[in-house]
């Protein structure tokens, strides 16, 4: 599953604009590598420091944007590489994409790789990390089906949401809650794991959400669809109240990160359907 491809997961997230809040006091900065012919900013830690990936000829890159400056980083031979999530010590996790087509998590400290493969997965995406090292993200097991996983102390567990078709697990904070989303009968919906319970949210007025990032106050970030104009649009919430991120350049937005200064990053695209990156502060 290359970067591209999991783009496409994020677009079929579908959610519903009823109900949310414009927030016209963000301020939003655009994220492009230079030279790149797109770009993904995906996480953010509490320095600042954001993670993400970029296009460059065919290949997809990772790459870490600290203090201006953008590094690459790429999983040893893979063919394409993507980082997701980086905690305050700097550790960052991903996924990348052998030369057979099998996509595997990994983890990098401070240049050093490891790769996290959920056991007996056909495929394994790491998508956060919090400040104790604990990753999330999800797998497909030998029947293509999608499953969450947490992984502490180098032991996997596991995650679906009791009911669901599907559970995709993106954020983790410092309390070790996470957040994702999930299918079931009904659509999709976001999560909060919480000492143990699911929490599930919709966007106001839908059975639709996608819940991706999150901070340790437990504010969630994720992206829906505004019915009415057939936008996709992103959104922040502390599950009570929905207020609407969207960069103004954009025709579809996706928040994926934010941090506990709520600053938030994700991807956008423009009328030309160029991908770019954005960070939104409040």
Excluded: W
Aim: proline share 4%.
């Amino acid at each position: 599953m290359t970067g591209s491809m999991h783009s496409m997961f994020l677009v079929v997230l579908l959610g519903c604009g009823l109900g949310v809040v414009d927030a016209s006091a963000l301020t939003y900065t655009q994220i492009n590598v230079p030279g790149s012919l797109g770009t993904q900013a995906i996480g953010i830690n509490n320095a600042g420091q954001i993670v993400g990936s970029y296009i460059a000829g065919s290949q997809t890159h990772g790459f870490l944007l600290s203090n201006g400056h953008y590094t690459t980083i790429d999983f040893p031979r893979a063919s394409s590489t993507t980082t997701s999530g980086i905690n305050d010590a700097g550790d960052i996790v991903g996924f990348y994409t052998d030369s057979s087509g099998v996509t595997h998590g990994f983890l990098d400290q401070a240049g050093t790789f490891s790769a996290i493969d959920f056991p007996g997965a056909l495929d394994t995406v790491a998508y956060g990390i919090n400040q104790a090292g604990q990753i999330v993200g999800y797998y497909f097991d030998q029947q293509g089906a999608i499953h969450g996983f947490e992984l502490s102390g180098g032991t996997y567990t596991t995650l679906d949401v009791p009911n669901a078709s599907q559970t995709q697990p993106y954020g983790i904070n410092v309390a070790a809650d996470i957040s994702g989303s999930f299918t079931d009968a009904s659509g999709q919906h976001g999560f909060l794991l919480h000492n143990g319970s699911y929490q599930k949210f919709n966007v106001p007025g839908t059975t639709a959400t996608s819940g991706v990032g999150l901070n340790d106050k437990d504010h969630v970030v994720g992206n829906y669809l505004d019915p009415r104009l057939q936008k996709l649009e992103g959104f922040a919430t502390n599950l009570v109240k929905f207020m609407k991120v969207m960069d103004p350049n954009s025709t579809m937005t996706f928040p994926t990160g934010i941090n506990n200064t709520d600053v938030i990053v994700g991807t956008f695209f423009d009328s030309s359907g160029t991908e770019s990156g954005f960070m939104a502060r409040p």
